[in-house]
Each structure stands twice: as C-alpha cells, then as structure tokens.
C-alpha cells in the first residue's frame, strides 16, 4: 500500500473471481480489507412457500406459518460494559493519550454488540431466503418509531 507498506492478510475463503475493487477500513483499530468481485448471480430451488414476517419487539420476528424468533438483546447484555467504557471516556482529559486509549475500548465494545446483530440478522435472511421463495414484510418507519422513549431502546436493539 503506498504510504503503509506490505500489509499481511488473513484469508478466510477463497475468491470466486479476480478482485475489482478493494478498500481498507477501519473499525475499533481493526483494519478490514474489503474486496468486490464479479460473480454470476446463484439460483435457488424453487420451494414453493410462501411467508408474511412481522417485526416486533419481544419477538424480532412472527412469521405467518407461526415460527417466533426471539429477540436476543444485544445492546441490554452489554450495557453495563458500555456504560463503564462511557465513563471512563468521559472522565479523561481531552487530548490525551488515555482518552484516546478509553475511546478505543469503547468503540471495541460497541463494535462487538453491533457484529453480534448483523452476524443474527444475517444468518436468520439466510434461513428464510432458502426456505421460501416469496417473503412479504412490512413497511415500518423505525425513525419514527424511536421517538416513543419507553420503546426506543428495544427497537433499536432489534437492529
């Protein structure tokens, strides 16, 4: 890289083609690199089902076969870590080295819960793209929404 040098990378599959574009980004002092490739797009068998979801709180999703997906609350189990890591961050002189070291660890816990929801969310689209071939959702303005304080934390950790 030109003003870095070599990078070491850690593969953890294989490319189905050669690299188009590649960017390299930073999160919570991990450094990602981000390769697009063209591919051929993958067909599915066909399965013949049919489901309607419903986003909800206490269930992230209520499918119409009956199927509930409980809503694993992320953000809750580790809010205690946040708010230490807030704290600490908060109580450091501005400018300084142990600021900075204090918003590393904040922003490495605040990475983890946000890793943690997309990898569910991920795996549960997975599961339903394959089981059917239709999906219907519903259509939700979660911006407004989160302006109820009493709901607003649960449905932003729904993700």
Known sequence: MSGIGRIAVRWHRELP????????VRQAD???????????????EQT????????????LIATSDGHREPNSG????????????????AR?????AN????VRTLQRVTA????????FVNELADGLIEQYDWIA??????????????????ILDSG
């Open 17 to 24: 083609s050669q690299p188009k574009t590649l960017r390299l």
């Open 48 to 59: 013949g089902q049919e489901v309607g979801i419903d986003m909800g709180i206490h269930a």
């Open 74 to 89: 992320w953000y809750r189990a580790s809010q205690q870590k946040l708010r230490v890591a807030q704290r600490r961050v």
């Open 30 to 44: 991990d450094w990602n690199a981000v390769l697009v490739c063209e591919t051929e797009a993958a067909t599915l």
């Open 137 to 154: 959702l519903e259509d939700l303005r979660i911006r407004n929404m989160v302006r109820n304080h009493h709901l607003a934390k649960s």
């Open 92 to 96: 450091r002189k501005k400018g300084g």
């Open 99 to 102: 600021r900075w070291r204090a």
């Open 112 to 119: 983890h819960v946000q890793a943690q929801r997309q990898d």
